[in-house]
DNA sequence: CGGAAATTTGACGCTAATCAATTTATGTGG
DNA sequence: CCACATAAATTGATTAGCGTCAAATTTCCG
């Protein structure tokens, strides 16, 4: 009982357990990820390029993925929540795709992307959630397209408030959460949904007048969460993996 | 070598080997997902919401997967080519995402998503190549993003032939491939990077306009590859994918 | 060859970008 | 704890680009 407590303070087994029963062999080898740790203070830029080898279990802080288009215009490709795992892009390919920067203080774990093989060839369960979170990943950046390609700036903004309380729901399944942080400024938020941080600043100006949501003091109120997940069609995909055919080794 | 020969006559058996060398245990056992086979007429819509439990090798022919979002609106996800496994988004959740509709004559060859499972079990190798192409396809997305937020309708446009190229070349890496066949009407390329057929004809026109290249009689001629590529700074993520980590069985 | 689908072309309107000025918020040192 | 400097957010005026609607032309396919 006393090691399943030490071992459930590893933020990737919180997050994977939140999908499915682990092992104590699985738990092992998550937490063994997690041995290294590295702080950042907010607003480090973080570049991995010189040898994208590493990845990171981002275990506490919230960083974004970035890539620069030209000088002045840039595309935010992912903001990164703890229990993430930060890096996949980078070591997948032989380059690394853009560049990171932290919003709050930040802890890292760097791990070689060889230890993906421990995970692998032990664990063919574990495999499956791996792949699946993959999948559920490109689920979200192909809802992040629909947006971006046909909707109007205010239904843009409110999906990228619907999707981070989504993403924050995962970590307090329990509670309604009709509140949260908001560390990121509009030019972020601009950055990630296609607009300037102007037509952020009316789009939420605008949902505000209407009643859904207000968005001040780094604080986001989500009034009416239901009739704003109506208005856009918004879909949480984070609680929908389907770990039935997983298998059990 | 007989043995050889017949293995290679699958699919996805070509487009892995394209990637890194397979052992013959590998080359059964994606072979075995081909043993099925279904055939579609061009334009036929497939719907597998029901139970969305299997998936398909895309054998020959092309089709696209798409989103309504509205009755006139709509978001086309992906492009499928022969070599692709379809239909991942659907089994890893729940329930599935869009439709999907043949461009071509089509053959589908159905697997239950548990057959994933005897690749997770019996070959880590074989896992770690379909993981780093989910994660190639989480990339492929990300690029899209950004052309979608930032770029203009030409751009756009350009950005979607040249990776309508890069796919092609796949299959065909001798080849300099400067024309293709474009069996996709301008509604469908519209609905896939955010524009109406309007726009799209108008951006065609400007980049044949410009010598960049020309699409008419359903054949993209890539007059200045080179030049197009530097225009809107493209990069195939395709050729990339680093397997020096993989586990060696 | 004929009907339907796809593409092209043009006129007009609307949304968000751009540029710029002002107000508000944040964070630091005395 | 306050004053100050800087960053962020708000507001307004103007403009450019794409959407929308509609009609004409070309292409496709049985």
């Not at 740790?37 to 080898?53: H, Q, V």
């Not at 604080?219 to 009416?224: G, N, P």
Request: proline share 4%; charged share 25%.
């Amino acid at each position: 009982m006393e090691q399943d407590v030490e071992l459930s303070r590893s933020c990737l087994v919180e997050r994977m357990r939140y999908y499915t029963p682990l092992s104590d062999k699985d738990k092992c080898l998550l937490k063994s990820l997690e041995n290294e740790e590295i702080s950042y203070r907010p607003r480090t830029r973080l570049s991995f390029s010189e040898n994208p080898s590493y990845l990171f279990v981002l275990k506490s802080g919230w960083l974004y993925r970035y890539d620069e288009i030209d000088e002045k215009r840039r595309q935010v490709l992912r903001i990164h929540y703890p229990g993430d795992i930060v890096g996949l892009t980078d070591v997948a390919m032989q380059s690394a795709y853009g560049e990171m920067m932290t919003v709050t203080e930040t802890v890292l774990c760097p791990f070689h992307k060889s230890r993906l093989d421990d995970i692998f060839i032990h664990s063919p369960r574990l495999t499956a959630l791996l792949f699946s979170l993959g999948v559920l990943n490109q689920i979200v950046l192909q809802d992040r397209l629909k947006i971006m390609g046909r909707a109007s700036a205010t239904h843009r903004v409110a999906y990228f408030l619907l999707e981070m309380h989504a993403r924050l729901r995962i970590h307090s399944p329990t509670k309604s959460l009709d509140r949260f942080e908001m560390p990121l400024t509009q030019d972020v938020i601009g950055d990630a949904i296609g607009l300037t941080n102007v037509s952020v600043s009316n789009a939420l100006a605008q949902l505000a007048c209407e009643g859904y949501c207000t968005c001040q003091h780094r604080e986001v109120i989500l009034h009416k969460l239901d009739k704003l997940k109506e208005m856009i069609g918004f879909q949480d995909r984070y609680f929908e993996i389907d770990t039935s055919w997983f298998p059990n080794v």
